[in-house]
């Protein structure tokens, strides 16, 4: 993907203004001026690959207001925890489409919780052609950062998402490197296994601020290093040559003093953070302001803190005010 300083990366589109993952959503984050947006890919029980940010979906759809799958409602472990409601891999994409979407945190977002029920789920490959027409639309060219939700989890039920999403890619035009992509996993056995199968991409490993990645505990148990160990210079070694850079949550960039930037670049890898929000409910305590949960913060003090580091790329959900912050 062309180097900008850093990339403004639609996360799940613009879900400051509109549901997450709707193609309402997309397009709102192509006309704002991002340089990419980032769909979370899912699969459902016949194969078919979703963006949804994460494979249960009452939180995000209307799936509970509809009888004919009440008894689709279960109990799973999904990455080591239990999770209750509905599943996408218990549906077929015919049944997905007949649902609605949802705002996901309408207490902080109500207004864009004044679109629920408008829209339809999208698979991948409705996002890929999206993004492909917006950049012929906007005259510039945008990129995807492609997210793989679970895979380990999906692989033990008989869905590796690997092959499924290396078709889908090869099938709209997007994995022989014409087109800017991003893939990225908090798994990187997954990220391996795409770079296997010929996928033309820059590979990035999300890193969370504590615990370990559930591909790497499954294999290794307690012996598989934490993410804060991956972060290290130590664990930055072991990654050269594996991916093209991390995306750190963004508390660890908020650390004073730590030094992931720096040591990331100073081994060739680029380093993203999520995700610059503006709400209160978002910020770190020194940067909230009166207002309550949904009001916004001194979020340009906590953007500023980000930017001064010289990351490569950020994830926002008012891509707005991401692009005029950053390219300021």
């Not at 979703?50 to 689709?72: K, L, Q, Y």
């Not at 679109?115 to 950049?135: A, K, N, P, T, Y």
């Not at 290290?232 to 963004?250: C, N």
């Not at 953070?273 to 340009?300: I, Q, V």
Request: with cysteine; charged share 25%.
């Amino acid at each position: 993907m062309p180097r900008k300083s850093p990339l403004v990366i639609g996360h799940r589109g613009a879900p400051g203004y509109r549901p997450e993952h709707s193609r309402s959503s997309y397009e709102l984050a192509l006309a704002m001026g991002v340089d990419a947006v980032e769909p979370d890919v899912i699969a459902t029980k016949d194969g078919v690959l979703v963006v949804r940010h994460e494979n249960e979906i009452s939180g995000t759809t209307d799936v509970a207001a509809h009888p004919e799958f009440a008894d689709r409602k279960t109990t799973k472990r999904v990455d080591g925890h239990a999770l209750t409601g509905w599943f996408t891999e218990d549906f077929t994409w015919a049944e997905l489409s007949t649902l609605r979407g949802r705002e996901r945190l309408p207490d902080v977002r109500a207004s864009s919780a004044s679109f629920d029920g408008g829209q339809g789920i999208l698979r991948l490959r409705d996002v890929l052609d999206l993004v492909r027409e917006g950049s012929v639309e906007h005259g510039r060219e945008i990129g995807v950062v492609l997210e793989v939700k679970h895979a380990t989890y999906f692989a033990s039920i008989g869905l590796a998402l690997a092959p499924l999403i290396a078709e889908e890619l090869r099938a709209a035009g997007w994995a022989d490197g014409e087109l800017p992509l991003v893939i990225e996993s908090f798994e990187s056995t997954v990220l391996g296994e795409l770079r296997a199968l010929g996928i033309a991409a820059s590979y990035v490993y999300l890193i969370e601020a504590k615990g370990r990645p559930y591909d790497l505990l499954v294999a290794e148990g307690k012996r598989a290093l934490t993410y804060q160990e991956t972060v290290t210079p130590q664990g930055l070694d072991a990654l050269v040559g594996r991916v093209d850079g991390i995306s750190v949550d963004k508390k660890m960039l908020l650390d004073r003093g730590n030094t992931i930037v720096a040591d990331a670049h100073a081994r060739g890898l680029q380093v993203f953070t999520w995700t610059c929000r503006p709400e209160n409910a978002f910020l770190a305590a020194e940067f909230r302001r009166p207002g309550g949960r949904e009001a916004f913060g001194d979020y340009e003090a906590e953007w500023g803190v980000i930017a001064g580091q010289g990351v490569d790329g950020v994830f926002v959900d008012h891509p707005d005010l991401g692009v005029a912050f950053f390219r300021g």
